[in-house]
T-cell receptor, first 116, second 114 residues
Framework: GAVVSQHPSWVICKSGTSVKIECRSL??????MFWYRQFPKQSLMLMAT?????????EQGVEKDKFLINHASLTLSTLTVTSAHPEDSSFYIC????????????FGPGTRLTVT | AQSVSQHNHHVILSEAASLELGCNYS??????LFWYVQYPGQHLQLLLK??????LVKGIKGFEAEFIKSKFSFNLRKPSVQWSDTAEYFC????????????FGTGTRLKVLA
């Protein structure tokens, strides 16, 4: 149980275009979803927290107009990188928690974004 | 500011050697603590967690961790590693105040030689 999927697993896009990454909780309802960014050989940095039906809360330094997060349902959250640039290339990981999982988060497999 | 530090960035061990990975956090209040493992090409998996109670926590795959509140530490241990333990290990902390946000350590890359 508690499986989180991400799609796509790998995406290449041209500079200036936008790309959408989906995060789904497959067998549970996610009251809260989190989006992380992981640079090579570095740790996970929290970008934003989203609750179903609410606006996302972004961490300091994260551009909310560039990284649009939508948590439209209890099983789906999306991250849209708008007007992507090469410096946005990274590994994006989502996680989810349920009201019953207390403080535990379940992680997706991640999406590798390469902007050319 | 809250932070989590993992002092060992790279560890290389031979099979059957004992493992201890350090994790220290900076936060004055009550915390919940986690260790996650990320095998090559796979997603983060929970090894063990501590919320309260017995400070010695046993997890999956023979791993255990000890919470020492006075030292703000939550070190991960395994008596005898296997080649299949080769992975990256992350310590994470979340304040027990309802934010549910994790603060991750920088990670430790473990390589076990067969």
């Amino acid at each position: 149980g508690a499986v989180v999927s991400q799609h796509p697993s790998w995406v290449i896009c041209k500079s200036g275009t936008s790309v959408k990454i989906e995060c789904r909780s497959l067998d549970f309802q996610a009251t809260t979803m989190f989006w992380y960014r992981q640079f090579p050989k570095q740790s996970l940095m929290l970008m934003a927290t989203s609750n179903e039906g609410s606006k996302a809360t972004y961490e300091q330094g994260v551009e909310k107009d560039k990284f649009l997060i939508n948590h439209a349902s209890l099983t789906l959250s999306t991250l849209t990188v708008t007007s992507a640039h090469p410096e946005d290339s990274s590994f994006y990981i989502c996680s989810a928690r349920t009201s019953g999982s207390f403080y535990e988060q379940y992680f997706g497999p991640g999406t590798r974004l390469t902007v050319t | 500011a809250q932070s989590v530090s993992q002092h060992n960035h790279h560890v290389i061990l031979s099979e059957a050697a004992s493992l201890e990975l350090g994790c220290n956090y900076s936060y004055g209040g009550t915390v919940n603590l986690f260790w996650y493992v990320q095998y090559p090409g796979q997603h983060l998996q929970l090894l063990l967690k501590y919320f309260s109670g017995d400070p010695l926590v046993k997890g999956i795959k023979g791993f255990e961790a000890e919470f020492i509140k006075s030292k703000f530490s939550f070190n991960l241990r395994k008596p005898s590693v296997q080649w299949s333990d080769t992975a990256e290990y992350f310590c994470a902390v979340t304040p027990a105040s309802g934010t549910y946000k994790y603060i991750f350590g920088t990670g430790t890359r473990l390589k076990v030689l067969a």
